[in-house]
């Protein structure tokens, strides 16, 4: 199992940027994940990266204006959001998978993180 603890919540304007960060601890992985949930609606993915190669996914949402990156050495994967709009309010949830490809559907995941709020106001 790999632990994960999220943070970076915050409550912005339409338009700011945020900085979301995941850091991880426990045994080995290959794929990191970030994914959104907000209210009343199914958890979507939002991007992810190989942990060795750095190939990154995004979904169509959010490419230009998201950013996925990590630190091996401090074996922490970051979000940067920019131009953020009042629909990308949600529950952000890093997760990461044994496998090496970049999967889109969270049941491929096999640890998550608690969740952190950001909140878009327009």
């Known amino acids: 199992q790999v632990q994960l603890v999220e943070s970076g919540r915050g409550l912005v304007q339409a338009g700011d940027s945020l900085r979301l960060s995941c850091a991880a601890s426990?045994?080995?992985?290959?794929?990191a994940g970030w994914f959104s949930q907000a209210p009343g609606k199914e958890r979507k993915f939002v991007a992810g990266?190989?942990?060795?190669?750095?190939?990154?996914t995004y979904a169509d949402s959010v490419k230009g204006r998201f950013t996925i990156s990590r630190d091996n050495a401090k074996n922490t994967v970051y979000l940067e959001m920019n131009s953020l709009k009042p629909e990308d309010t949600a529950v952000y949830y890093c997760?990461?998978?044994?496998?090496?490809?970049?999967?889109?559907?969270?049941?491929?995941?096999?640890?998550w993180g608690q969740g952190t709020q950001v909140t878009v106001s327009s």
């Open positions: 990266i190989n942990w060795y190669g750095g190939t990154t």
């Open positions: 426990g045994r080995t992985f290959y794929t």
């Open positions: 997760a990461v998978r044994s496998g090496i490809v970049v999967h889109t559907t969270p049941r491929e995941y096999d640890s």
